[in-house]
């Protein structure tokens, strides 16, 4: 997102919600769940040509940094969940990195390391991840592949990135063109019966803005309204099944910037309501979200 847009969120946000700056994560905690001499080479720039274009992006000194940030802001958010309820990173999401290779502007994953962190402290035992961005979460489902402790969900669009699909966990493929209405049938009728069976008591929600019509990297098609109340029904399950629910944002690649940053908008309000309607889990109210 150019800058400027990224400032235009950032106060958005800032009318809605407490911000602070995101923490950097611990190399540990990054390395407790990728290949330590991947995540060295990447620091130090020892990459191929390959992995950049694989990357979607040319090395350069400052991606190890943004990646702690971006994962720090998640880690925090983890934090404010299982504390409070909720939590909510305004970036995150970069659910391409596999263990041991970097791919879709995804060089950390995120969710997994902040899911592994919580369960490793006993702060969580059974993790589902819906990931509601418009991309396949292939890292993410690769990395938590026979893990009984996680589930990986995604509702994605059929034909886009990644062009081969991971199979782990519970994948809800939509044809090019999706509207509002078979997208909310398909959250509600496949993706939200798989969460509620296997039973998380932590619940990440990649609330992806590139699922909106007019996406420059999507093929489907929902109106702002329509993400709006994928969100709300995201955190009613929440709500209904008491479980502390994180949010990060993924992907948004609008041909207009500015309708991407009123989705992500309209997903920070949603947050705002279901944190301030009831808090599942914990009492401390709404926590503050983290911004990288
Ligand atoms: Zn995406």
């Known amino acids: 997102m150019p800058p400027e847009f990224l400032e235009t969120l950032i106060a958005g946000a800032e009318a809605l919600v407490q911000v602070q700056d995101a923490p950097e ?16 080479r990447w620091r130090s720039g020892d990459v191929t040509r390959a992995e950049e274009r694989a990357m979607g992006f040319a090395w350069d000194a400052s991606i190890a940094r943004r990646g702690l940030l971006s994962c720090g802001a998640t880690l925090a958010a983890t934090r404010d969940a299982l504390q409070g309820g909720w939590g909510l990173n305004l970036g995150g999401g970069t659910h391409h990195a596999y263990r041991e290779h970097a791919e879709g502007f995804s060089f950390l994953n995120d969710v997994v390391i902040a899911a592994s962190w919580a369960r490793r402290e006993g702060l969580a035992a ?5 990931d509601l961005d418009v991309h396949q979460g292939n890292g993410t489902a690769s990395m938590l592949a026979g893990q009984a402790w996680a589930l990986p969900v995604s509702l994605h669009g059929a034909s886009n990135y990644p062009f081969v699909k991971e199979e ?22 496949e993706a939200f019966p798989a969460v509620r ?31 709006r109340e994928r969100d709300r029904r995201a955190y009613a399950l929440a709500g209904e099944l008491r479980v502390p629910c994180v949010t990060v944002m993924a992907g948004g690649y609008h041909r207009d910037p500015q309708r ?15 944190a301030g309607a009831a808090a599942p889990f914990g009492g401390r109210g709404a926590p503050p979200g983290s911004v990288p």
């Not at 994560?25 to 060295?40: G, I, K, N």
């Not at 809800?172 to 509600?188: C, H």
């Open 25 to 40: 994560l611990p190399w540990a905690l990054a390395e407790a769940v990728h290949d330590p001499a991947y995540l060295q």
């Open 197 to 227: 069976a296997f039973g998380p008591d932590l619940l990440f929600v990649l609330a992806g803005a590139d699922v909106l019509a007019g996406d420059q990297l999507g093929r489907l098609a929902l109106t702002p309204e329509g993400v």
């Open 168 to 189: 782990a966990g519970v994948n809800v493929p939509l044809p090019d063109g999706t509207g509002d209405d078979a997208y909310l049938a398909a959250l509600e009728d």
């Open 260 to 274: 991407t940053v009123e989705v992500r908008l309209s997903t920070v309000r949603e947050w705002v309501a279901a």
């Open 126 to 130: 059974r993790v589902a991840v819906l």
